[in-house]
């Protein structure tokens, strides 16, 4: 299994760059891509990606992108495959919010500004478990399947020991999740604001 963990890096790696790439065509594409479209430029991609081209690199390219961002969180990878490939719902605001604030809190902390080392959670601690399979619960509740689902899959990666590391923080959070969290929050207060004044230039008396 252990010989087995880049080869495996790699393809996640792969699938994922390939599908950034499928979601920035899709954006600039006034029509959705069909599943079929998405699945054939997804094998082309990914293969592009993952097989070494020649010429002056010595490894994939996928190798190359993984030295620069590291492993992402199974979280990450779950909702990015989910969104391109089924057009799935957009996040709930709310959860995008709580990975903020645990962001916020979290790496402070983890970098040692603070007595407290939340990392160190991660290593098979049952309240931190219990904590985790309480987020899935909540998005449950939220009618937000999708959540759960991704929770547990990053759960069951972790038991199976899917990435090098044996830290659960590792398949639910990472820097690029927090920042695109961040990101589409304050994306949502412009557009909520732009609206806003929108709407009062329009039916302000006069």
Known sequence: MNSLMPIFALVEMSITCALVIIWLLQKSSPQDFPLALKVILLLILGNLFFWPL???LELPLAAYVRGMVGDLSVVTTLLLWSAVLINAKPVPTVFKTF?????????????GVGMADPYA??????????????????CGLANWSRGVWIIAVAIIAWAAHWHESANLWDYLLDPLLAIWAVATIIAVIHKNRKDKARSGYLFRAG
């Open 99 to 111: 990975i903020v604030i645990i962001a916020i809190i979290f790496y402070p902390l983890a970098l």
């Open 121 to 138: 959670w991660g290593y098979a601690s049952l309240p931190f478990f219990i904590a985790v399979l309480l987020v899935a619960l909540i």
């Open 54 to 56: 020649g010429f002056s």
